[in-house]
Protein backbone atom coordinates (compact mmCIF):
# COMPACT_ATOMS: atom_id res chain seq x y z
CA UNK A 1 0.00 0.00 0.00
CA UNK A 2 1.54 3.45 -0.57
CA UNK A 3 1.18 6.42 1.17
CA UNK A 4 -0.46 9.73 0.40
CA UNK A 5 2.11 11.44 -0.33
CA UNK A 6 4.02 9.06 -2.92
CA UNK A 7 0.33 8.40 -4.03
CA UNK A 8 -0.25 12.34 -4.67
CA UNK A 9 3.48 12.23 -6.33
CA UNK A 10 2.56 9.80 -8.57
CA UNK A 11 -1.02 11.34 -9.94
CA UNK A 12 1.08 15.02 -10.25
CA UNK A 13 3.51 13.32 -12.53
CA UNK A 14 1.21 10.63 -14.74
CA UNK A 15 0.28 13.49 -17.06
CA UNK A 16 1.53 16.61 -18.27
CA UNK A 17 -1.58 18.99 -17.38
CA UNK A 18 -1.44 17.71 -13.82
CA UNK A 19 2.29 18.32 -13.60
CA UNK A 20 1.37 21.87 -15.34
CA UNK A 21 -1.43 22.42 -12.84
CA UNK A 22 1.05 22.13 -9.67
CA UNK A 23 3.41 24.24 -11.34
CA UNK A 24 0.91 26.99 -12.12
CA UNK A 25 -0.54 26.52 -8.55
CA UNK A 26 2.69 27.07 -6.57
CA UNK A 27 4.47 29.66 -9.08
CA UNK A 28 1.33 31.53 -8.66
CA UNK A 29 0.92 31.39 -4.35
CA UNK A 30 4.77 32.22 -3.81
CA UNK A 31 4.12 35.12 -6.30
CA UNK A 32 1.12 36.26 -4.82
CA UNK A 33 2.07 35.91 -1.03
CA UNK A 34 5.57 37.98 -2.43
CA UNK A 35 3.80 40.77 -3.44
CA UNK A 36 0.16 40.60 -1.91
CA UNK A 37 1.62 42.92 1.59
CA UNK A 38 3.65 45.26 -0.98
CA UNK A 39 2.11 49.10 -1.25
CA UNK A 40 2.12 50.10 -5.05
CA UNK A 41 1.82 53.90 -6.27
CA UNK A 42 0.12 52.53 -9.75
CA UNK A 43 -3.45 50.97 -9.44
CA UNK A 44 -3.05 48.02 -11.99
CA UNK A 45 -0.33 46.53 -9.88
CA UNK A 46 -2.94 45.92 -8.02
CA UNK A 47 -5.21 44.61 -10.62
CA UNK A 48 -2.81 42.08 -11.44
CA UNK A 49 -1.64 40.60 -7.96
CA UNK A 50 -5.18 40.97 -6.52
CA UNK A 51 -7.25 39.43 -9.97
CA UNK A 52 -4.86 37.33 -12.14
CA UNK A 53 -2.82 35.79 -9.83
CA UNK A 54 -5.25 34.40 -7.97
CA UNK A 55 -7.15 33.37 -11.11
CA UNK A 56 -3.71 31.41 -12.52
CA UNK A 57 -4.08 29.46 -8.86
CA UNK A 58 -7.48 28.39 -9.39
CA UNK A 59 -6.47 27.62 -12.67
CA UNK A 60 -4.00 25.27 -11.61
CA UNK A 61 -6.43 23.77 -9.06
CA UNK A 62 -8.46 22.85 -11.56
CA UNK A 63 -5.66 21.52 -13.87
CA UNK A 64 -4.57 19.15 -10.82
CA UNK A 65 -8.02 16.76 -10.72
CA UNK A 66 -7.91 17.34 -14.43
CA UNK A 67 -4.57 15.57 -15.41
CA UNK A 68 -5.28 13.14 -12.96
CA UNK A 69 -8.83 12.52 -14.48
CA UNK A 70 -7.07 12.21 -18.01
CA UNK A 71 -3.87 9.54 -16.80
CA UNK A 72 -6.80 7.28 -14.94
CA UNK A 73 -8.55 6.54 -17.96
CA UNK A 74 -6.11 6.07 -20.46
CA UNK A 75 -4.85 3.63 -17.81
CA UNK A 76 -7.77 2.19 -17.06
CA UNK A 77 -8.41 3.88 -13.78
CA UNK A 78 -6.84 5.36 -10.32
CA UNK A 79 -5.46 1.75 -9.18
CA UNK A 80 -3.34 1.50 -12.34
CA UNK A 81 -1.36 4.91 -12.01
CA UNK A 82 2.21 3.38 -11.63
CA UNK A 83 3.72 4.17 -8.21
CA UNK A 84 6.80 6.69 -8.13
CA UNK A 85 8.85 6.94 -5.74
CA UNK A 86 9.46 10.65 -4.43
CA UNK A 87 13.42 10.55 -4.27
CA UNK A 88 13.33 9.36 -7.83
CA UNK A 89 14.22 10.85 -11.18
CA UNK A 90 11.22 12.15 -12.37
CA UNK A 91 10.20 13.54 -8.73
CA UNK A 92 13.64 15.07 -8.36
CA UNK A 93 13.32 16.96 -12.07
CA UNK A 94 10.06 18.12 -10.97
CA UNK A 95 10.34 19.50 -7.41
CA UNK A 96 13.99 21.15 -8.64
CA UNK A 97 11.58 22.93 -11.69
CA UNK A 98 9.25 24.06 -8.91
CA UNK A 99 11.78 25.47 -7.01
CA UNK A 100 13.42 26.94 -9.91
CA UNK A 101 9.52 28.68 -10.95
CA UNK A 102 8.99 29.64 -7.56
CA UNK A 103 11.99 31.50 -6.67
CA UNK A 104 10.15 34.71 -7.70
CA UNK A 105 11.73 36.95 -5.46
CA UNK A 106 14.74 38.13 -7.23
CA UNK A 107 13.46 37.72 -10.66
CA UNK A 108 10.27 40.05 -9.68
CA UNK A 109 12.64 42.68 -7.93
CA UNK A 110 15.05 42.57 -11.72
CA UNK A 111 12.00 43.38 -13.26
CA UNK A 112 10.00 45.45 -11.31
CA UNK A 113 12.48 47.28 -8.86
CA UNK A 114 11.63 46.16 -5.75
CA UNK A 115 13.82 46.71 -3.08
CA UNK A 116 12.08 45.13 -0.33
CA UNK A 117 10.41 41.66 -1.46
CA UNK A 118 7.72 40.62 0.86
CA UNK A 119 9.87 41.31 3.89
CA UNK A 120 9.81 44.71 5.55
CA UNK A 121 13.37 46.16 6.40
CA UNK A 122 13.79 48.16 9.18
CA UNK A 123 15.96 51.34 8.89
CA UNK A 124 18.45 49.90 11.03
CA UNK A 125 18.79 47.32 8.90
CA UNK A 126 19.17 48.68 5.69
CA UNK A 127 23.07 49.45 4.72
Known amino acids: MRSG ?11 WVASLGAIVTTTSAAIFLTFAFQSFSNPYYG ?3 FL ?6 VLGLLLIPAG ?3 C ?3 LGGLRN ?3 VEATGPAAT ?3 GLIALLTDCCGTWRLLFGL ?7 SRAARP
Open 47 to 49: IIV
Open 72 to 74: ARR
Open 93 to 95: RFF
Open 81 to 83: IPP
Open 115 to 121: RECGIRV
Open 52 to 57: IFPAFF
Open 68 to 70: VWR
Open 5 to 15: FQSFISYLLCD
